[in-house]
């Protein structure tokens, strides 16, 4: 039988104004992305859509960050991911060259690939750059979490809870020859009360620079709720353009 395959990647971020080097007199950045997939064949067809937005203020000893995602795909007309999330975080230090400092986190997550109706998170922490040079930053962080979450379990079950949860972060960022930057960073949220309830969350990013302000990247999103034993993951690739203000 003759097959007809027709497959169009449509990754690439439109507009992505990041401001990856703060100075005096830069204290603002945007940054908006969206990205895509088109997969059809004689049998099947599925799609999907990746959108963010973020926003962000640093001043010397106070940094802020306000992040907004949603994911969209149907796979042969029945949803596969309707998942958004949105998060509010700020950074305390001491001054502009302190290796430790404080943090606080507010973040919501509804999501239809990991069963979550409503998620809402929100705590407090200390984290400390092992490493932070302008090529290579290594930074760790741990801090404690308020978890009240709605999800749908395996069996049908409607799961109303309540937990604290201790959140443990790794950030790494490498920057080769101005040229190359590769970056990431990687959670698990466990239960202080219950074993088998951990959240993972990871990035990993990979960007070649082709101009002064235009970029080559590729993604790669993984996240595991082990509560309601769902994980997804997500690779993304496509042109990354950049302006400092």
């Excluded at 100075?23 to 990746?50: C, E, P, R, V």
């Excluded at 802020?64 to 305390?92: C, E, P, Q, R, V």
């Excluded at 790794?170 to 959670?187: A, E, P, Q, R, Y």
Aim: charged share 20%; proline share 0%; hydrophobic share 35%.
């Amino acid at each position: 039988m003759k097959c007809k395959h027709f497959l169009l990647p449509l990754f690439i971020l439109i507009t992505h104004h990041c401001l990856a080097q703060f100075n005096d007199t830069t204290h603002y950045y945007t940054n908006f992305s969206s990205a895509g997939s088109i997969n059809k064949t004689d049998q099947t067809s599925t799609y999907l859509l990746n959108n963010s937005f973020k926003f962000g203020i640093k001043k010397k000893t106070f940094a802020m960050n306000f992040n907004n995602n949603w994911i969209y795909g149907k796979a042969d007309h029945i949803i596969s991911n309707n998942d958004f999330a949105t998060s509010l975080d700020f950074n305390l230090l001491r001054n502009d060259s302190a290796r430790f400092y404080y943090w606080g986190l507010a973040n919501y997550t509804t999501s239809v690939s990991l069963k979550i109706n409503n998620q809402l998170q929100a705590g407090t922490g200390g984290a400390y750059y092992i490493v932070n040079k302008k090529n290579t930053v290594f930074n760790i962080s741990d801090g404690i979490l308020f978890d009240r979450g709605d999800l749908f379990l395996d069996d049908g079950t409607h799961d109303v809870y309540s937990t604290y949860r201790n959140s443990f972060r790794v950030f790494f960022k490498f920057v080769i020859k101005d040229l190359i930057v590769f970056d990431g960073s990687d959670f698990i949220q466990n239960s202080l009360t219950r074993r088998s309830d951990y959240i993972i969350r990871s990035t990993t990013n990979l960007s070649v620079k082709l101009r002064k302000w235009l970029s080559f990247t590729t993604s790669y999103n993984y996240n595991r709720m082990n509560r309601t034993a769902r994980e997804n993951s997500l690779l993304s690739y496509g042109l990354t353009a950049e302006k400092y203000f």
